[in-house]
C-alpha cells in the first residue's frame, strides 16, 4: 500500500482539492443526516407549528350560549404575545423564576462543588460510597421527589417540624415568603448530586503533577484547591450553570405538586404552569394559540438570558 | 389522516362481513323497536367494537371496570368493548381527549364530569345521541339524566352524583355536647364552641373551593342561566351571600380548619380528631374511611347539610360524571345499549366508590361502610342528599372559573382576601371565559 | 488497517494502565498533604451532614412505603408503623394495593420503561455522537447554521411541543405505538452538544488522518474508531437520555392510550395528579421499585461514567 505523505497531498492541484472539500462535504452531511431527520420531525416541525399555532385562537362557532358544536381557529394577529406580555401573572411568574435562578441555582452549583472539591481533596479516602449515596436523588422522578417533600414539609407530619421543634422551633415551609425557597430545596436536592458527580469528574482529570509541582512551591492544600483546582473546573461550571437556568426557565414539577398543599400557588405560579395550565384550558379556553405564545416569549427570555450569560462569561475571562 | 389502524380494521371488517354474504353498515338504523336492539345487532353478524375511557378507582378491593366489562362482553358477542383507564387527572384526560378527536381518534365513550360536559360539547367532542337515549330515561334519576344534555340534545348517560352531605364524628361530638346544627346560628354557635375546645365541626377547603363551594352557593338559585340563547351571569345569589358570611365569620374567629382537601394535613387533622365535621360529596365516604384509618371506625356518622346557607334546606353537588358519546362513534346505538347496562351494575359501581345515578333507590350500602359508619345506612342518607339536589347548570370553560375560585379562596384562608371575593372573582372569570369563547352574554 | 486497531487496544492498555496508577497515587498521599485531624474531622462532619440531607428522605420514603394512609400521617416519620414481624404483611399490602392500581401490570410497565429508555437512549447517543462527530471534524455548508438551530432549541420548553408531536404521529399513523415514544425521545440536543464537545476534545485529527492514509473509509473510521475513543462519552451521553426518557410522563400519556404500552412513570403520574388517590404508601413503594432499574443501570455503568464525564467537563 502507498502512503502519500501529507505533503504530497497538499502538492496536489486546485481541483484535487475541491474534490477533497466536496468528499468532505457529503461525509458530513452523512454523519448530520441521522440527527437532521429525527431533530426535523421532533423539534423543526413542532416549532413552525407551534409558531403558527401562536397567531391563533380556539373560538366556538355559531355563538349563542353553548356554540355550535365545533371550535374554529380563529386568527388573531398578535393578540396572544400582547396577551402574554400584559399578563401580571406572566410576569410575577417569570419574576419568580428569576429570584430562583439569581440565588437558588448559584447556591447549588456552589454546594456541588464545595463537596467536589471535599471529596477530591484526598483527606477522606473512599469516596465512592459517597459519590452515589449523592447522586442517588437524581434517579428519582421530579413528581415523586416533589411528593416526598410535601410530606417532609407538611406541619403534622413531618419528622423535620418534630426535629425543629425539640428545639423551640417552628418552621413553616409554606409560608408565604418561604414557600419559593421550600420549591427551590427539592430542585437543590434533586440536581446537586449530578453536578456534583460533573465537577468531580473534571477535578480528577486534573494531572497529579500539578499538584507535585505546586506542593513543592510550598502551597497547602487550601492554595491548591484555590489556585488550580478552582480554575480548572470552570468550563464545567459554565456548563451546569447554563443547563440549570435552562432547567429552571422550565420549572414545573414542584410547584405543580406542592399546589395540593398550598393552593395559594396559583396555576400561573411559573410561566411554564401557566403555559401547561393554559394549555388545559384551566386558566383561559383560548386553546393552545396562548400556550404556544407563552412558550415562545420564554424561549426567547430564555435565549436572551443565555446569550447575556455567556457574553459576560466571556467579557469576564478577557479581563 | 384518520387513524389508520382504524381504517384497516375497518376494511378488514367489511371483507369479513363480505365473505358471510352479509354486507351490514354499522349502525344501519331502520328497525323501529328499541327492545330489540340486542337482537337487531346479532341479526347483522357484524361484530362492533367500541372502546370506552374512564378514570375509576379501580383500587384494591372493588369489582374493576374491566372485570364489568368482561361480563358484558361474555353476553354480548357481537358488542365487544375495550375499556382503558387514564390514568391522569380530569384535565389531562380532556386535553388528551380533544387531540384524539381533532384526529380522529378518539374512544367511543369517555367519562366526563358534569362541570365538564358543557366545555366538552362546546369544544366540539360529542356525539349527539339524542335518538337512543330516550329509551333508557326511566333507568337513571331525572336531574342527572338531564346534565348529559346541553341546549336539550343528549350526549350519553349519567354514572354517578355527587351531593353534598355533611360527614361528622358522632363520638366527638357527642363528648362536645353537640348535635348536627340545624341552622345557620346552630352552626356558628356549635363551630365556635368547639373551636373553644381545640376542634373544628367545619372546614374551609381552599383547593375545592371552585367545586364544594359552588354547589353550596348555587343551591338557592342558579349562577348561570340561558336567556334567550345567551347566558345571564350571576354568582352573587342569596346562596352565595350566605356562603361567605358564614364561612367569613367561621374564618374570622377561627372556627373552621383551613387545611387544603387534598394535603395529608387534611388526613392528620381528622385523625387526631382536631377536624370532626366537614361538608363533603357522597364520593368522599370510602376515602375519608381510607383517610383517617381504623381508629375512627365505627365514630363517623353521615348527616345531611343543615339549612346553613339559605338554600331552602337544599344541598348542591359537587362533581359527578356520565359517561358521554364521543364525535367519530360510528355505533352510537351499541355504545348506548353498553353504556345502559354498565351504569346501571349498581353493585359493581358501588364498590368504586360511587353514588350512582341509576332510578333504582334501592342501593345496599356495602358492609365495610356500613361497619365504619357506626351501623348506618349512609348510601340511603346520600339518596335522600340526591333527591333534595338543587339543579346547577354549568357554563361552558367552567374550569377556568374553578381555577379563579381556588386562588381567591387561598387568599382568604390565609386572611388576605374575603370569602365575598371568590365570588367576585367567579363572575369576572365567568364573564371573560365567555367571551373568549365567543359566546353570547345577555346584557 | 490491522495497524490502527493494534494501536488502539494498546492505547486503551496504556489509558487503564495509568488510570489505575492515578488510583493509587491518589490513596497514597505523600505527608506533606496529608492533613492533620481537625481537617479531616470537619471533613467528614460535613460529608456526612450532606449525606443525611440527600439520604433522608429517601428512607422516609422507603419506611413510608410500608404504611397505610392512616398510618402514614398518623405514626412516626422515621420507622415502622408496625413491628418488625409485622412487617412482611405491610409490605405485601402496599404491593398488592400497587398491582391493584396498575392493574396487575406494574413489571409489565417497568420492562416497557425499560425498553423506551434503552432504546431510546441507545439510538440518541449514536445519533448524537454521530452528528456531533460530523460537526467537530467535518466542513461543510449550513454546519454554523445547524449548530445554531440545535443549540437554540435547548430553549424551547420542551414539554410544549409534545402536542404538535402527537398531531404529527398522529399524521403518519405512529400514534399509540413503542415508536411515538421512542422517536422523540432519540432527540437530544445536549446530547449532540456534548457529542460534539467531545469528539472535539477527545479524537485527535492526527488518528483520523492516519486511518484515511491507510484507505479506510469514513463510515469505517466512525464505527471502529472514533467510537471506540468516544466509548466512554457515550455512556454519559446515554445515561442521561436514559434518565430524561424514564422521568418523562406528558409525552406517553399524549401519545399512548393502550394500557400495555405505557411507563411506569405514566402509571405513577396518575397516582400523583389524581387527588382521589390518597394510598401515598403504594405510590412510595411504586416510586422505588419504578427508580431500582435506573439505580441498577447507574452502579454498572459508573466507571465508565465517570472517565466519560471527565471528558467532558475538562472541555466543557
Known amino acids: 500500500m502507498t502512503t502519500p505523505t501529507r505533503a504530497a497531498m497538499k502538492g496536489r492541484g486546485v481541483a484535487k482539492r475541491s474534490e477533497a472539500v466536496k468528499r468532505e462535504e457529503r461525509t458530513g452531511w452523512t454523519f448530520m443526516v441521522p440527527f437532521c431527520l429525527l431533530f426535523l420531525i421532533v423539534f423543526v416541525v413542532p416549532i413552525i407549528w407551534a409558531i403558527y399555532q401562536s397567531f391563533f385562537q380556539q373560538v366556538a362557532t355559531g355563538g349563542g350560549a353553548y356554540g355550535g358544536g365545533t371550535l374554529e381557529n380563529k386568527f388573531v394577529g398578535l393578540a396572544n404575545f400582547q396577551y402574554v406580555i400584559t399578563s401580571k401573572a406572566f410576569w410575577s411568574g417569570i419574576g419568580r423564576v428569576f429570584i430562583y435562578t439569581v440565588i437558588q441555582v448559584p447556591l447549588m452549583i456552589i454546594l456541588a462543588l464545595a463537596l467536589a472539591m471535599l471529596m477530591d481533596s484526598f483527606i477522606v479516602k473512599h469516596v465512592s460510597g459517597f459519590r452515589l449515596l449523592y447522586f442517588l436523588p437524581y434517579a428519582i422522578p421530579g413528581v415523586v421527589a416533589s411528593i416526598i417533600w410535601v410530606f417532609l414539609y407538611n406541619q403534622q407530619i413531618s419528622p423535620i417540624v418534630k426535629f425543629c421543634e425539640l428545639f423551640g422551633l417552628h418552621p413553616d415551609f409554606f409560608a408565604n415568603n418561604v414557600v419559593i425557597g421550600s420549591m427551590a430545596n427539592i430542585t437543590t436536592w434533586t440536581f446537586t448530586g449530578y453536578n456534583m458527580l460533573i465537577f468531580l469528574a473534571a477535578l480528577q482529570a486534573i494531572p497529579h503533577d500539578l499538584y507535585e509541582a505546586a506542593r513543592i512551591d510550598g502551597a497547602n492544600g487550601w492554595q491548591i484547591a484555590m489556585k488550580i483546582k478552582l480554575p480548572n473546573v470552570r468550563g464545567a461550571a459554565l456548563l451546569a450553570m447554563l443547563l440549570s437556568i435552562v432547567g429552571t426557565i422550565q420549572l414545573f414539577n414542584e410547584p405543580q405538586v406542592m399546589q395540593t398543599a398550598d393552593p395559594g400557588i396559583s396555576d400561573s405560579f411559573t410561566p411554564m404552569m401557566m403555559a401547561l395550565n393554559t394549555s388545559r384550558g384551566s386558566l383561559t379556553p383560548k386553546g393552545d394559540g396562548p400556550a404556544s405564545a407563552i412558550a415562545i416569549v420564554m424561549a426567547l427570555i430564555a435565549g436572551v438570558l443565555a446569550a447575556t450569560y455567556a457574553l459576560v462569561e466571556r467579557k469576564v475571562n478577557e479581563s | 389522516m384518520v387513524s389508520y389502524t382504524k381504517r384497516l380494521f375497518a376494511g378488514v371488517a367489511a371483507i369479513a362481513a363480505l365473505g358471510m354474504g352479509l354486507v351490514g353498515c354499522g349502525s344501519s338504523s331502520g328497525d323501529s323497536s328499541a327492545s330489540s336492539n340486542a337482537d337487531a345487532s346479532k341479526d347483522s353478524g357484524e361484530v362492533v367494537k367500541i372502546t370506552y375511557m374512564h378514570r375509576l378507582p379501580d383500587n384494591e378491593g372493588m369489582t374493576t371496570v374491566d372485570s364489568i366489562v368482561d361480563q358484558w362482553n361474555k353476553d354480548h358477542p357481537n358488542i365487544q368493548v375495550t375499556a382503558t383507564k387514564f390514568n391522569g387527572n380530569a384535565s389531562d384526560m380532556i386535553k388528551k381527549l380533544e387531540t384524539d378527536v381533532k384526529s380522529g381518534n378518539a374512544p367511543d365513550l369517555a367519562q366526563v364530569g358534569y362541570a365538564e360536559l358543557p366545555e366538552v360539547y362546546t369544544k366540539g367532542m360529542l356525539e349527539d345521541v339524542t335518538q337512543y337515549a330516550e329509551q333508557y330515561k326511566d333507568h337513571f334519576a331525572e336531574g342527572p339524566y338531564n346534565l348529559m344534555q346541553v341546549g336539550g340534545k343528549y350526549y350519553g348517560l349519567p354514572q354517578d352524583t355527587g351531593p353534598l352531605v355533611y360527614f361528622y364524628n358522632k363520638k366527638a361530638f357527642d363528648e362536645l355536647g353537640l348535635a348536627v346544627p340545624g341552622t345557620q346560628e346552630e352552626l356558628i354557635a356549635a363551630a365556635k364552641k368547639a373551636a373553644a375546645a381545640g376542634k373544628y365541626i367545619m372546614s374551609f377547603q381552599a383547593d375545592e373551593a371552585g367545586n364544594m363551594l359552588t354547589g353550596l352557593a348555587g343551591a338557592s338559585s342558579n349562577w348561570y342561566t340561558v336567556k334567550d340563547d345567551a347566558w345571564v351571569v350571576d354568582t352573587d345569589t342569596d346562596g352565595s351571600k350566605a356562603v361567605a358570611k358564614v364561612y367569613q365569620e367561621l374564618l374570622d374567629s377561627k372556627a373552621v380548619a383551613t387545611n387544603p382537601r387534598w394535603d395529608p394535613s387534611f388526613d392528620a387533622s381528622l385523625q387526631k380528631e382536631e377536624l370532626v365535621g366537614t361538608i363533603g360529596a357522597a364520593w368522599e365516604a370510602p376515602l375519608l374511611m381510607q383517610s383517617i384509618g381504623d381508629s375512627g371506625k365505627g365514630n363517623w356518622a353521615v348527616a345531611q347539610v343543615g339549612d346553613w346557607f339559605d338554600n331552602d334546606g337544599k344541598t348542591g353537588p359537587d362533581g359527578g360524571s356520565g359517561v358521554a358519546v364521543l364525535k367519530g362513534c360510528e355505533h352510537g346505538k351499541e355504545a348506548m345499549e353498553f353504556l345502559d347496562w354498565f351504569n346501571t351494575q349498581t353493585d359493581a359501581l358501588i364498590s368504586q366508590g360511587l353514588v350512582v345515578a341509576t332510578s333504582d333507590t334501592d342501593v345496599k350500602t356495602p358492609d365495610s361502610w356500613k361497619e365504619y359508619y357506626g351501623g348506618q345506612d349512609i348510601m340511603a342518607e346520600f339518596v335522600k342528599a340526591n333527591d333534595n339536589m338543587g339543579d346547577f347548570t354549568y357554563i361552558p370553560g367552567f374550569s377556568a372559573v374553578a381555577t379563579a375560585m381556588t386562588e381567591a379562596a387561598s387568599k382568604a384562608a390565609s386572611g388576605k382576601g374575603t370569602v365575598a371575593d371568590i365570588f367576585a372573582a367567579a363572575q369576572t372569570t365567568s364573564i371573560d371565559t365567555l367571551k373568549d369563547y365567543g359566546l353570547s352574554i345577555a346584557q | ?316
Do not use: H
Open chain 3, 1 to 316: 488497517m490491522s495497524q490502527a486497531n493494534t494501536m488502539s487496544r494498546q492505547d486503551r492498555r496504556a489509558l487503564r494502565k495509568a488510570e489505575k496508577l492515578r488510583d493509587k497515587a491518589a490513596n497514597e498521599l505523600p505527608p506533606s498533604l496529608r492533613p492533620n485531624k481537625f481537617v479531616k474531622a470537619l471533613t467528614i462532619l460535613v460529608l456526612v451532614i450532606a449525606l443525611i440531607y440527600f439520604t433522608f428522605p429517601i428512607y422516609w420514603a422507603i419506611i413510608a412505603s410500608t404504611k397505610s394512609p392512616s398510618q402514614l400521617t398518623n405514626s412516626n416519620g422515621i420507622w415502622f408503623a408496625v413491628g418488625l414481624d409485622e412487617l412482611p404483611d405491610a409490605i405485601a399490602k402496599n404491593y398488592a394495593g400497587l398491582l391493584g392500581w396498575t392493574k396487575g401490570k406494574f413489571w409489565r410497565w417497568v420492562l416497557n420503561s425499560l425498553i423506551y429508555s434503552g432504546v431510546s437512549a441507545v439510538i440518541g447517543t449514536v445519533v448524537a455522537v454521530m452528528a456531533g462527530y460530523a460537526t467537530a471534524k467535518f466542513r461543510f455548508r449550513g454546519k454554523g447554521v445547524i449548530i445554531g438551530v440545535i443549540m437554540a432549541s435547548m430553549l424551547m420548553p420542551a414539554a410544549l411541543l409534545t402536542i404538535p408531536q402527537y398531531s404529527i404521529f398522529n399524521a403518519i399513523g405512529l400514534d399509540n405505538t413503542m415508536l411515538s415514544v421512542i422517536i422523540p425521545c432519540c432527540v437530544s440536543p445536549f446530547g449532540f452538544f456534548l457529542g460534539r464537545v467531545y469528539a472535539q476534545s477527545s479524537v485527535p485529527d492526527e488518528l483520523l488522518e492516519a486511518a484515511r492514509i491507510d484507505g479506510a473509509g469514513e463510515a469505517r473510521i466512525f464505527f471502529t474508531i472514533v467510537l471506540r475513543i468516544l466509548a466512554p462519552a457515550m455512556v454519559t451521553i446515554f445515561l442521561f437520555m436514559f434518565v430524561a426518557t424514564w422521568n418523562n410522563f406528558l409525552l406517553p400519556l399524549m401519545m399512548l392510550s393502550s394500557t400495555d404500552l405505557q411507563p411506569v412513570t405514566l402509571g405513577l403520574y396518575g397516582m400523583v395528579s389524581l387527588a382521589t388517590f390518597t394510598d401515598r404508601g403504594a405510590l412510595m413503594m411504586g416510586a422505588l421499585l419504578g427508580v431500582l432499574p435506573v439505580i441498577i443501570l447507574f452502579l454498572f455503568l459508573q466507571r465508565y461514567w465517570k472517565a466519560g464525564l471527565a471528558a467532558g467537563a475538562v472541555k466543557g
